[in-house]
């Protein structure tokens, strides 16, 4: 058990928090169906990803890499990469605003700050090992639990209300647009990619004397804890919104959330909100800036030296930041990009995981494979309303 801890993180970075946050405040609990239902769906999606890498020893990104040919497999890698970059985008600008909300820092100052702290984190995992990197996630990970759930327990939420969020209904084009993005923050395609090189080693001394079988019954162990654990911190953020923010101005930006949880929740929710928030940026990007390095050693065989990485990928970020576009709107709309992403990274992972000839005795059962295929029907059709009810309303 482990890597789907670090995958975890990727769902509850700071473009979760924005759309999540901007979805309860909003729209109060209209839309916590579509936080529950992302969740499930990034369960399967997940496991799948893992049992790919796992039974065959290869990742997704290899295995695309293996199968197409040179012109298809960089137009495959540049929207990959398009989409690693809005990923990144996403994580650093809320690193930048966590510290700005903390140390008043200037926000390119803490973007950097926050690009510079995650290859620390990568650092640690190239030389102690993925062991000691997923320690290090889990700890980011609880500080993140403390910080988001802390508001429920100030003012929690209605019953009545949060149960009448499970029934499937929006509000408008908006409210579409961020089902979209709750969605694109939660199944993620960078993680997709990554969570199936991360399990390509277990079945190495990992899991030596342990079956293929036996690995797969931990990694639903461990995808079930993890993504519940990210599922309940994306509920908290949408229900701490709704019950205390809700149609209260200012909380269409991070900044501006901030000071309405001061002023209804109490300065001590709002300091560990923000530190949260901070946490959430440094191990996002770090999982992020592995995702990115992995595409492309998978698709190009090619390994750019991470300070490399790291400084092409905050280029985008620091351009949005230091031309002045609103942050916080950056961030759901990056999430949006993810949404349109996440089709050609779920395609071929179920198309190749239902597949005999790849995984043998553990190919997906047919009811899997359906489920899948549901997932990935709902995700393309979402984003077909989205265009549809943005250029015709």
Known sequence: MGPAFIA??????????????????RFGYTLVWVVVMANAMAV???YLSAKLGMVTGRSLAGHMGQRLSTGPRIAYWL???????????????????????LFDLPLTVGAVITAAVAMVVLRIGDLRGQAALERVIVGFLALIAVGFMAGLFVNPPEGAALAGGLVPMFEGADSVLLASGIIGAT???????LHSSLTVTRL????????????????????????????VLNLSLLVVAAAS??????????????????????VGVALLFAVALLGSGLASTSVGSAAGAEVMQGLLGVRLPLLVRRVVTLIPALLVLALGAEPSRALVLSQVVLSIGIPFALVPLVVLTARRDVMGEHVNLRRTTAAACLVAAIVIGLNVSLLWLTFTG
């Not at 931990?218 to 993890?226: M, Y």
């Open 79 to 101: 929207q990959a990469e398009a989409i690693a970059i809005a990923t990144d985008l996403a994580e650093v600008v809320g690193g930048a605003i966590a510290l700005n909300l």
């Open 204 to 231: 190495g001394r990992r899991g030596e004397g342990l079956s293929v079988r036996e690995l797969l019954t931990a990694t639903r162990t461990d995808v079930a804890l993890a993504l519940v654990l990210a599922g």
């Open 8 to 25: 975890a993180v990727a769902y509850v970075d700071p473009g979760n928090v924005a759309t999540n946050v901007t979805a309860g405040s």
């Open 245 to 266: 923010l809700d149609g209260l101005p200012g909380t269409d930006t991070l900044q501006g959330v901030h000071a309405v949880v001061t002023s209804e929740l109490g």
């Open 187 to 193: 199944v993620m395609p960078h993680v997709i990619y």
């Open 44 to 46: 399967l999606v997940q």
